[in-house]
């Protein structure tokens, strides 16, 4: 693990997979239910990083943090969401052809995993799903769309993405879904959050 001062109250963890900074996540959180760092604001994952906000004293956080033995996340630890999705996406033979694999067969594989959040980011309420797995990575467009809906489906590298709002990007839509990513009115807001399980159900007519 590498420590990188992120101001003067917050601090970056680098790790080296998602796997790490999924289980470092995961540890915080039960260190924090235990008392540990009372003043911690805020807790962020990403890809290789967790980012702690409200640790003044970056040095005693790292040395704690160096001192836990850290588990791995076991399977299935969090509910499943299911996510209705409608396979039509203008991508999705795209998708298929790099996959080599028909749009019916690339369908079926999309929805027979099980993924995984591994963090969120990009817009409020943006998941970024893990699942498809190293060697399926979906090549971002060569030239991304000015617009996207809101509530689109869609795959970029390693993670299956859903847009909350409609916005400009450059990730491959294969489909869509009528679930709301985020509410103010919700609490939480954001329907997805990291290490919560999904699950796409077909409902293409």
């Known amino acids: 693990m590498k420590f990188r001062p992120a101001g ?18 995961a540890e915080i959180a039960r260190q924090r239910a235990a008392g540990w760092a009372p003043s911690l604001l805020d807790v962020i ?10 640790v003044p004293d970056h040095g005693r956080a790292a040395r704690d943090i160096r001192s836990w033995t850290i588990p791995p ?5 969090r509910p499943v969401t299911e996510i209705h999705c409608r396979y039509d996406g203008p991508d999705l033979p795209a998708v298929a052809a790099q996959w080599q694999l028909s749009v019916p067969e690339a369908v079926r594989l999309h929805t027979s995993i099980e993924h995984e959040v591994a963090f969120c980011g990009f817009a409020p309420g943006f998941p970024y799903i893990a699942g498809i797995g190293r060697g399926r990575e979906v090549a971002r467009r060569d030239s991304p769309r000015s617009a996207i809906p809101a509530g689109s489906v869609a795959l970029g590298g390693e993670y299956t993405g ?8 450059g990730w491959q839509v294969i489909g869509q879904t009528t679930a709301v990513m985020w509410d103010l009115r919700r609490d939480p807001a954001a329907l997805l959050v990291a290490g919560d399980r999904v699950r796409f159900i077909d409902v293409t007519p």
């Open 162 to 169: 859903i847009y909350p709002r409609a916005s400009p990007g």
């Open 45 to 54: 994952p990403g890809a290789c990083t967790v980012l702690l906000d409200g």
């Open 8 to 25: 003067p109250s917050a601090l970056l963890v680098e790790v080296d997979s998602l796997d790490q900074a999924r289980a470092l996540h």
């Open 73 to 77: 996340v076991p399977a299935g630890s």
